[in-house]
């Protein structure tokens, strides 16, 4: 949901560049892309971009979900430490991500 919610150009909000972002076969990110529809949090843009690849929004329902996004408070909390601080934390956080992008399949 997060890529949805961000991804830029609003071009790029397809389930196919969904996959290719996170480099997954079309197959599964289709699944998911369906189960989030059916749960009223995705549907299909009003606006048809050329091609075969339908454009994805959030709902309203999935905008308020996004609203209270945890990663958004820890963000927060990351900006609102002093520059040494963060400075310091760099590595670590360079290193979760580095091991839960290699352990995480999936969006």
């Known amino acids: 949901m997060r890529y949805f919610a961000k991804a830029r150009p609003k071009e790029l909000?397809?389930?196919s560049e969904l996959a290719r972002f996170r480099t997954l076969a079309n197959g599964p990110v289709s699944r998911i892309v369906r189960a989030?529809?059916?749960k009223g949090l995705l549907r299909k843009a009003a606006v048809r971009p050329k091609?075969?690849?339908e454009l994805l929004e959030l709902t309203e329902e999935g905008e308020a979900l996004m609203a209270r996004d945890p990663s958004q408070a820890l963000?927060?909390?990351i900006a609102g430490l002093p520059d040494a601080e963060?400075?310091?934390l760099a590595p670590t956080f360079e290193a979760v991500l580095c091991r839960f992008s290699t352990e995480t399949?999936?969006?």
């Open 86 to 88: 963060r400075e310091a």
């Open 75 to 77: 963000r927060e909390a």
């Open 13 to 15: 909000r397809t389930a």
């Open 105 to 107: 399949p999936g969006p």
């Open 51 to 53: 091609g075969r690849s």
């Open 36 to 38: 989030l529809a059916q």
